[in-house]
């Protein structure tokens, strides 16, 4: 059974661009949760989903930022217009029912 | 607001040692808690996990103890090894506002480094 699986793994974007990271969640598991971490801190809660609905986007900036778990394929994680503080790493992290949730390698954003 | 916080940022141990890796949470409401391992360039992994009406559990070489009292958890690792090296994050779940789930809230971490 593999893993949570993100792509990319590193992805660089300009200013002003588009960023879309991936999560794939392990096979049967239906609830998918998103984290940001900075450079020597923990992780901070954006948004929770579960097949074609979000259950919580408290975390999540109200702009620019939204996401999406649909009924075929990955979730996905979109940051629109970017800026030099959205560099981050960004976790995705899955589970069978809400409680303990398994974590992808992540995607290591950096905006130039 | 509410958080989870940790004793000691950093912490060095020779090889053999036992560890402690302690954390401080502030939301009475949590009723379950996680701790990750996190390498660098990793995502977190799941260590072990303890409810709330629970005060100890034990896995491979690792005992999480809960204190609900003094709203404190730790992480013993036996026999530490150099494999060992990395950070330590402590995870807490609030049920809120009624709904199934809950969101975890993550400590700052604890680097823990094995000297051989």
């Known amino acids: 059974n593999a893993g949570v699986m993100q792509n990319p793994r590193h992805l660089v974007r300009r200013r002003g661009q588009e960023a879309r990271l991936r999560c794939s969640p392990m096979?049967?598991?239906?609830?998918v949760y998103w984290y940001r971490q900075l450079p020597e801190e923990g992780l901070k809660f954006m948004v929770y989903?579960?097949?074609?609905?979000?259950?919580?986007e408290s975390g999540m900036p109200k702009e620019r930022f939204s996401a999406e778990f649909p009924k075929e394929g990955p979730s996905i994680l979109r940051i629109q217009q970017v800026v030099r503080g959205d560099s981050a790493a960004y976790f995705c992290?899955?589970?069978?029912?809400?409680?303990?949730?398994?974590f992808g390698p992540g995607t290591r954003l950096l905006v130039l | 607001g509410e958080s989870v916080g940790l004793h000691l940022p950093t912490l060095s141990v020779q090889e053999g040692d036992n560890s402690i890796i302690n954390c401080a949470y502030s939301?009475?409401?949590?009723?379950?808690f996680i701790w990750y391992k996190q390498e660098s360039g990793k995502g977190p992994q799941f260590i072990i996990d303890?409810?709330?009406?629970?005060d100890k559990r034990q896995g491979q070489r690792v005992t999480v103890l809960l204190n609900k009292t003094v709203k404190h958890l730790s992480l013993q690792i036996a026999a530490t090894q150099p494999g060992d090296s990395a950070v330590y994050f402590c995870a807490e779940r609030s049920l809120a506002g009624g709904t199934s789930y809950g969101k975890l809230t993550f400590g700052q971490g604890t680097i823990l480094t094995v000297h051989p």
């Open positions: 989903l579960q097949k074609e609905n979000i259950i919580d």
């Open positions: 992290a899955s589970s069978p029912f809400p409680e303990t949730q398994y």
């Open positions: 096979k049967g598991h239906s609830h």
């Open positions: 303890i409810r709330s009406n629970m």
């Open positions: 939301n009475s409401a949590s009723d379950y």
